[in-house]
């Protein structure tokens, strides 16, 4: 049995937890660079922005109502953080599947009739201790909990979509055969979970338009058109789990961090700058994954919305002198691939840096003639819990240029604050 707990708009409902005069306000949050609508809150909703929508294609009658803020993911990040600790106190299995959300294993520790009551308490929690409102769909499956987390909040938003009494608290396990079949009918099949727009056309043009008729449909046929993914998907809408509880995210096999610049960059040494800055924040990532890289990449691309510009996209990957999670052995080798790597006259809009061939510390073959130096890992480990402590930025490697305010930084004009993690944006509480 699993619960989804899922906070609401949740990037805007941050916003609104330390700026409570954006309540009841249209606010819209913007993706890097301040260029597409990633958060909307209801009101935003109501006055037709879309997700995902460019904000410079918003007319100026509807963006003139609306607040705007600059993605501050420092902010969603922690904030994520808080509403997870609280889900772990409250059930012994939890996975994080993602910034706002998270799937509760229930199996086993409650009584069929005290589930709902149990989930509600736990929102109640959840809002009262850190602001987020959210919303909570139990099921027999993730994939039914899945919808009916999207049940509690369609029967708020949109009235008469499903019944009134699943609203914000769903729990499809306790229905009857008879109103799980309603519940799946009144779902339009496009909007399962792992049913992107192909498949759900492709299921519309077989005549199954709804979860119900999905359910239904022969198993054989949705195998042999669609594979073994959604025929999880269908097993799962008959309540047969497939797809168990992920509490330990696996090691992934890279690591990227790319960006695109807030304006274009011609100049070789801001790049530089920038490839810096990224090399040190792939490395953190990894440390705090406690995995090694063997290989670095490097690339940058010039503004391919731009086509009578100069294009240029060159990328290179090189193996590191050891495995490694030392940002200054990545920054070095990255120095060395930067030669001749961009041309001269060219602007360029974005660049990345990944890590590959990842592995834990443990996993390696020692080797005899490797080049360490002792102390390495205690001063990488200090660096981090520095930048923890007083904020991301705090110290830092002279190359990523990061006392000054960088050429290739992303545009963020309406960045709110660093609420609860620097000292310096505390709120102020004044009696």
């Given at each position: ?278 090399a040190m924040r792939a490395c953190e990532k990894l440390r705090a994954r406690g995995l090694v890289a063997s290989a670095v990449g490097i690339f940058a691309n010039t503004d391919h919305f731009r086509p009578e510009l100069h294009q240029h996209h060159p990328q290179r990957t090189t193996d590191l002198p050891r495995a490694t999670s030392d940002s200054r052995v990545v920054l070095n080798t990255i120095r060395q691939m930067q030669r001749g790597f961009l041309k001269d006259g060219y602007a360029y809009k974005k ?81």
């Open positions: 049995m699993f619960a989804l707990i899922d906070g609401n708009n949740f990037y805007a409902s941050c916003e609104c937890v330390f700026q409570p005069e954006l309540r009841g306000k249209p606010l819209v949050v913007l993706s890097n660079n301040d260029g597409c609508a990633i958060a909307r809150s209801d009101e935003a909703k109501a006055l037709g922005v879309k997700m995902g929508q460019p904000i410079f294609e918003v007319p100026p009658a509807v963006r003139r109502q609306l607040a705007i803020r600059s993605a501050n993911f420092t902010l969603y990040g922690d904030m994520s953080a808080r509403v997870l600790a609280i889900l772990r106190e409250a059930a012994p299995r939890v996975e994080s599947y993602s910034i706002d959300e998270s799937f509760l294993d229930l199996t086993g520790i409650l009584k069929p009739g005290s589930r709902e009551a149990f989930c509600r308490e736990l929102r109640e929690r959840v809002h009262r201790w850190t602001g987020i409102p959210n919303c909570v769909g139990i099921g027999a499956t993730k994939t039914l909990a899945k919808l009916g987390n999207h049940v509690a909040k369609s029967a708020v938003r949109k009235p008469g979509s499903y019944p009134a009494e699943l609203g914000r608290v769903a729990d499809l396990s306790a229905l009857s055969p008879q109103g799980l079949s309603a519940v799946l009918a009144a779902t339009p099949v496009g909007e399962l979970w792992g049913v992107g727009r192909r498949w759900a056309a492709k299921l519309r043009s077989m005549n199954i338009e709804t979860a119900l008729q999905l359910r239904d449909a022969p198993r054989a046929l949705i195998l042999d058109s669609f594979g073994v993914v959604l025929s999880r998907t269908q097993r799962e809408l008959a309540s047969e789990p497939c797809l168990a509880l992920e509490e330990v995210e696996p090691d992934r096999q890279q690591i990227m961090v790319s960006r695109s610049f807030g304006e274009r960059v011609e100049d070789h040494q801001s790049i530089g700058e920038a490839f810096a800055t990224f660049a990345g840096v990944w890590l590959m061939d990842l592995s834990r510390p443990d996993q390696l073959q020692p080797d005899l003639f490797s080049t360490i130096t002792i102390g390495d890992d205690k001063l990488m480990q200090t660096l981090d819990a520095i930048n923890r402590r007083y904020g991301r930025g705090t110290v830092g490697l002279g190359a990523t240029g990061w006392r000054e305010r960088p050429q290739w930084g992303m545009r963020q004009a309406t960045l709110s604050s660093r609420f609860t993690t620097s000292l310096r944006d505390l709120p102020r509480a004044i009696c």
